[in-house]
C-alpha cells in the first residue's frame, strides 16, 4: 500500500554537527511535503515543507531537498543545537479514499550531544 | 498554544469502558483529523471530517467513532476499550479539504487503559 519509509530511526550527534534524515514515499502523486518535530509531551509542530516545484527550501538552520524521481525527500539541521533534540516526522499526502492525508514515517529520534 | 486544543490532557479508564475525547480546531480551519500515536507505531491516521462532513478513514477500529459538530467542534468516542487502546490521541486541523497546506497539532490526549 501507500506508505512513507523514514531513515534513520535514531540518530546522535555532537552539537555543532550537521544532522540529515532521509524519507522515501510510494505515491508519484504527493506534492508536498512537510516536516514536523515533536518535543516530549508535547504534539507535532510543522518546521518546515517544500512543494513539488521546487528541489530545495532553506529556514535559518533548516532545509529541506525533494527529488520527485526518485521520490525522496531529505531534512538537513546544521550547525545543531541542543533544544534540536526531539522526533522529526517526515510526511506526505497519500491518496485513500477519496481525499488525500498525511501519512506519517514512523519518525527519527534525534539526540544532540553538548 | 498552536490554537488546537484538546480535553482532556490525560485520561485513566478500565478496560470495557467508553471515554470521549475533544478537539477544537485552530480558528478558520475546517478540517479535523484524528491520529493515534502508539510507541513504535508513529502516527496512525484515524478519521477526518470537513465542515461537519466525514472525508477520509484511516486504521479506525469500529469500536470508535467519532463526528464533528456545526461549531467544528470534533469528538472520538472510544468504546469497549482494550490494554491495547492506550496511546496519545492527537487532533490537528487545517483550512481546507486536503492536507496540502499543512496541519496544525494539538498536544493530545494521554490514555491509558487499566
Known amino acids: 500500500g501507500e506508505n512513507v519509509e523514514q531513515h534513520p530511526s535514531t540518530l546522535s550527534v555532537q552539537e555543532g554537527d550537521s544532522a540529515v534524515i532521509k524519507c522515501t514515499y510510494s505515491?508519484?502523486?504527493?506534492?508536498?511535503f512537510p516536516w514536523y518535530k515533536q518535543e516530549l509531551g508535547k504534539g507535532p509542530q510543522l518546521i518546515i515543507d517544500i512543494r513539488s516545484n521546487v528541489g530545495e527550501k532553506k529556514d535559518q538552520r533548516i532545509a529541506v531537498t525533494l527529488n520527485k524521481t526518485a521520490k525522496h525527500f531529505s531534512l538537513h539541521i546544521t550547525e545543531t543545537q541542543p533544544e534540536d533534540s526531539a522526533v522529526y516526522f517526515c510526511a506526505a499526502p497519500l491518496s485513500g479514499a477519496g481525499s488525500y492525508q498525511l501519512t506519517f514515517g514512523k519518525g527519527t529520534k534525534l539526540s544532540v550531544i553538548p | 498554544d498552536s490554537g488546537v486544543t484538546q480535553t482532556p490532557k490525560h485520561l485513566i479508564t478500565a478496560t470495557g469502558q467508553r471515554v470521549t475525547l475533544r478537539c477544537s480546531p485552530r480558528s478558520g480551519d475546517l478540517s479535523v483529523y484524528w491520529y493515534q500515536q502508539s510507541l513504535d507505531q508513529g502516527l496512525q491516521f484515524l478519521i477526518q471530517?470537513?465542515?461537519?462532513?466525514?472525508?477520509a478513514k484511516g486504521n479506525i477500529l469500529e469500536r470508535f467513532s467519532a463526528q464533528q459538530f456545526p461549531d467544528l467542534h470534533s469528538e472520538l468516542n472510544l468504546s469497549s476499550l482494550e490494554l491495547g487502546d492506550s496511546a496519545l490521541y492527537f487532533c490537528?486541523?487545517?483550512?481546507?479539504?486536503?492536507?496540502?497546506?499543512?496541519?496544525?497539532f494539538g498536544s493530545g490526549t494521554r490514555l491509558t487503559v487499566v
Open positions: 471530517y470537513y465542515n461537519g462532513e466525514e472525508r
Open positions: 505515491d508519484s502523486a504527493s506534492n508536498y
Open positions: 490537528a486541523s487545517s483550512v481546507g479539504q486536503t492536507s496540502h497546506y499543512g496541519y496544525t
